[in-house]
């Protein structure tokens, strides 16, 4: 039997791989979300209060959500952009949640990373990682890293305390969804230190119009299947709105699998949920994904990027998302079931 490895194991781990650097680089996924944002402000804690490294964090894409901006602001943490960087230039490279070879961080899985901290199921370029902490079974990355700052007996500010407490409720949806033990306790702990006014102000952070414009669309596209829907979102200058859509349509009632989907600089994205306790977005994702795209995710909620050739007409486009989009409803049970527009 595989022994237990500790807190105190996996801190004494990181922190002697982070010994003697003066600067470390904090990569996470593209257009980042809360989890991701709040995630790499701890390792930074980490990493300044253990070893005095001062970390940059950097991402490709945009952080385009109001409440994922407001989250940059409150923390005044100033990403950077990935594709501008010199990784020569940073004595160590870290990766939270997000994984080198996966389609949602633009990655070099060729260069080793020092550091891998992410909640997702492993891949094959992440075990070459100095260190790496994958827990699957994890709700949030926060989760994890709130074990790290605990066992170090770090004083957590109330910024990132915040940051920290919002990461993991947007990763569980309020600590209803693939949630456990851990992230409950996190989530316990770290609340007594933020600030809950600000942590309001963000969750309600103001919409721009567009945003309303985007959510029409998705609603006018969606059409029902039995308990599924599925929404085309079309033309989109970030994926975030790709996985809100399919967040709140999961809430319609009877309703228990949706899919969305966008097109963002010749890629298509697909985002994925689900309630059904034995279904498995993530394995139906990587199966859209196939050879050519990317995929994964967890139990309830996953994701797909699939590259568009070169040249393809708009008309061959739609064709592409109908054949994902028949696939998707015969993997979930549903394509012998004709659809009917939700707002009909």
Not at 41 to 49: F, G, H, S, V, Y
Not at 63 to 83: F, H, Q
Request: charged fraction near 25%.
């Amino acid at each position: 039997m595989a022994r237990r490895v500790t807190p105190v194991t996996r801190l004494a781990r990181l922190w002697s791989v982070l010994a003697g650097a003066k600067t470390m680089l904090i990569v996470v996924q593209n257009n980042p979300d809360p989890d991701a944002i709040a995630a790499a402000a701890a390792l930074r804690e980490i990493a300044k209060q253990i070893h005095g490294t001062a970390c940059s964090v950097a991402h490709a894409g945009v952080v385009g959500r109001a409440e994922n901006k407001a989250l940059l602001d409150y923390l005044r943490l100033n990403t950077r952009e990935l594709e501008t960087l010199d990784l020569e230039r940073f004595e160590r490279i870290g990766m939270v949640d997000a994984q080198p070879g996966a389609g949602n961080v633009n990655f070099d899985p060729s260069v080793r990373l020092d550091v891998v901290i992410d909640h997702h199921p492993i891949r094959r370029e992440t075990r070459s990682a100095r260190f790496t902490d994958v827990r699957s079974r994890y709700g949030a990355t926060c989760s994890m890293l709130y074990e790290y700052l605990s066992t170090a007996q770090i004083e957590i500010p109330t910024r990132l305390a915040t940051a920290m407490i919002y990461g993991i409720r947007s990763d569980t949806q309020d600590l209803g969804r693939e949630s456990t033990k851990a992230d409950v306790e996190a989530y316990l702990g770290l609340y007594p230190l933020a600030n809950a006014r600000v942590l309001g102000r963000i969750v309600s952070a103001p919409l721009p119009n567009s945003y309303f414009s985007k959510l029409r669309v998705a609603l006018d596209q969606a059409m029902v299947y039995g308990n599924r829907i599925v929404s085309d979102l079309g033309e989109l200058d970030s994926p975030e709105m790709v996985a809100e859509a399919a967040d709140l349509l999961l809430r319609a009632e009877d309703v228990s699998w949706t899919m969305c989907s966008g097109v963002i600089e010749g890629w298509i994205h697909l985002s994925l949920r689900t309630t059904d306790r034995d279904g498995n977005a993530g394995r139906i994702a990587r199966n859209l994904g196939g050879r050519r795209g990317f995929g994964g995710g967890h139990g309830a909620l996953a994701a797909s990027q699939i590259p568009i050739p070169n040249g393809r007409t708009k008309r061959e486009v739609k064709n592409m998302i109908k054949s994902l989009t028949r696939r998707f409803l015969k993997a979930t049970g549903g394509d012998k079931v004709s659809g009917s527009p939700l707002c009909g």
